[in-house]
């Protein structure tokens, strides 16, 4: 059972790129996220998506833009990156019902220079 | 809306001291809590949950949480830490209606001097 994949793990990109942040689960889960982590802030949400087409922001959303193309996947992506979003990206999925806890991806390591 | 507080930020204690970490939760209806641990350079495990039932739960690697529903606590104990518990744990709380989120405290940074 794979869980959460992930990918990239590591990426450098120059001021002004734009990529993609690729998440994918196979736990039929209908709750999806992005978070990301900066040091002694631990977990930001930046965004949220509680089931296939619909996305919500969370704290931390400007500067990125989400896609939900379906149940399994979650895109997080970059347009014009900056150097304050150098950070840890991780994506977690969780299920509907009750008794369930958020699993999480290995989460990407972004640096914008 | 909901949120978690963890009040310690960073925690250093020496090889076999207790450990406590506090975490308070904010939501009125009903709600899982749990507890994630972070290794150095690692992602996000769990380290144990609460549903129901028994109030202290017990967890892997001899950690256990106890949840206080009148205080709103979920506070995570370890009665003798080990240099390999040096980590970053967060307090996480699903709440139980409609489409469920997660939402996560700030986390607390663990530091065990041998």
């Known amino acids: 059972n794979a869980g959460v994949t992930q990918t990239p793990k590591f990426q450098v990109l120059k001021t002004g790129q734009s990529m993609t942040l690729q998440c994918a689960q196979d736990m039929n889960h209908n709750s999806m996220y992005w978070y990301r982590q900066d040091p002694g802030m631990g977990l930001r949400l930046i965004y949220y998506?509680?089931?296939?087409?619909?996305?919500d922001k969370g704290e931390v959303p400007n500067g990125y833009n989400v896609s939900r193309l379906n149940k399994r996947e979650f895109s997080l992506r970059l347009e014009s990156a900056a150097p304050s979003q150098t950070s840890v990206y991780f994506c977690?999925?969780?299920?509907?019902?009750?008794?369930?806890?958020?699993?999480f991806g290995q989460g990407t390591r972004l640096t914008v220079v | 809306a909901q949120s978690v507080s963890q009040h310690n930020h960073h925690v250093i204690l020496s090889e076999a001291a207790s450990l406590e970490l506090g975490c308070n939760y904010s939501y009125g209806g009903t709600v899982n809590l749990f507890w994630y641990v972070q290794y150095p350079g690692q992602h996000l495990q769990l380290l144990l949950k609460y549903f129901s039932g028994d109030p202290l739960v017990k967890g892997i690697k001899g950690f256990e949480a106890e949840f206080i529903k009148s205080k709103f606590s979920f506070n995570l104990r370890k009665p003798s830490v080990q240099w390999s518990d040096t980590a970053e744990y967060f307090c996480?709380?699903?709440?139980?209606?409609?489409?469920?989120?997660?939402?996560f405290g700030t986390g607390t940074k663990l530091q065990v001097i041998p």
């Open positions: 998506s509680a089931s296939e087409g619909t996305t």
């Open positions: 996480a709380v699903i709440n139980s209606g409609g489409y469920q989120k997660v939402t």
């Open positions: 977690a999925s969780s299920g509907k019902i009750m008794n369930t806890e958020a699993f």
